[in-house]
């Protein structure tokens, strides 16, 4: 990872988006959808993209009233067409919005980092954005 001004905040998010986010050369972020949840830590999906195994992954967390966290992640898929990939992408955004909506949030958002993204271009975009807020908040 690049060396980066903030970096103890910056490194203390990643520590709370761990192992949903990961940001490394073997694994990189495309995508982090998020629902504040009030009390609780936000439900979060990451995608993950592994750049050996030219394959992604989902990640999913959450944790509810007087429940244990959970987390499930999918296995590694080679999604080699992009219609393929925006369809499967789709099914799961709206999967985790219902399922967002049925455990108490109110609202989804998303983060998306291209190909192209460098290390300090996504933890600008994390930094920058409400989850860092969504944390303090629990």
């Known amino acids: 990872m690049e060396q980066i001004a903030n970096g103890h905040k910056q490194g203390d998010l990643l520590r709370k988006l761990h192992p949903i986010f990961e940001l ?9 959808w998020v629902a504040p949840v009030i009390q609780h830590p936000p439900i979060l999906l990451g995608l993950l993209y592994n750049t050996q195994k030219d394959a992604v992954q989902y990640r999913l967390r959450l944790q ?5 966290e959970v987390f499930r992640r999918t296995r590694w898929r080679k999604l080699t067409e992009s219609f393929v990939r925006q369809r499967s992408t789709e099914r799961i955004q709206q999967a985790f919005a219902t399922m967002a909506l ?18 300090s271009e996504i933890l ?15």
Do not use: W
Not at 64 to 68: C, D, G, L, R, S
Not at 109 to 115: D, E, G, K, V
């Open 124 to 138: 600008h975009l994390l930094s920058s954005s409400r989850l860092p807020a969504l944390f303090d908040q629990t």
């Open 64 to 68: 509810t009233n007087n429940q244990p």
């Open 24 to 32: 490394s050369p073997l694994i990189r972020p495309r995508g982090l």
């Open 102 to 119: 049925q455990v108490g949030s109110a609202e989804t958002f998303a983060l998306l980092f291209s190909p192209e993204s460098s290390d």
